[in-house]
């Protein structure tokens, strides 16, 4: 793996974290290492994480601390909620940019077309081809939101 790699990045922000004795970010920042290097060792067989990779499992955290925030402020815990908020903060820094609304319908409306959807029918083989597109840059309960109401209007 290069030095360059979004896994080297990470290791290395761990590192200034914990000199600064941040520790929120340096706590994160172990914790998604922990779940990048137990995703390289699932499976038959070990594996060094490519940069998609790596941004697949952020993304994957990402959403757990949007989903506990939102559990924890539904409980009446704002000081739990704003820990994960914080910490979801540090993880959207390691991300892409997430897709506006409007460029989100536009590739929907692409993908509806390349495919040739009509109806809720084909909704899986526009969710296939706006995820390939999306890349992580948009929630899939997002994507198949917008998804549903464009195959609704046509």
């Not at 290492?33 to 940069?51: H, N, Q, W």
């Amino acid at each position: 793996m290069s030095d360059s790699s979004l896994k080297a990045t990470i290791q290395h922000d761990l590192t200034t974290a914990m000199r600064e004795r941040d520790q929120v970010r340096s706590g994160t920042l172990r914790m998604v290492l922990t779940a990048i290097t137990t995703e390289e060792v699932a499976g038959k067989e070990s594996r060094e994480l490519t940069d998609d990779d790596v941004l697949k499992v952020l993304a994957k955290e990402a959403k757990k601390r949007k989903e506990a925030a939102t559990a924890y402020a539904d409980a009446s815990r704002p000081e739990l909620a704003d820990r994960e908020l914080a910490e979801l903060a540090i993880l959207d820094a390691y991300l892409p940019a997430q897709l506006s609304d409007a460029e989100l319908e536009t590739i929907v409306a692409e993908a509806i077309a390349t495919t040739g959807a009509t109806g809720m029918a084909q909704m899986g083989q526009v969710m296939k081809a706006t995820q390939g597109a999306v890349a992580g840059r948009a929630d899939g309960g997002r994507v198949a939101a917008v998804v549903k109401a464009a195959l609704a209007k046509s």
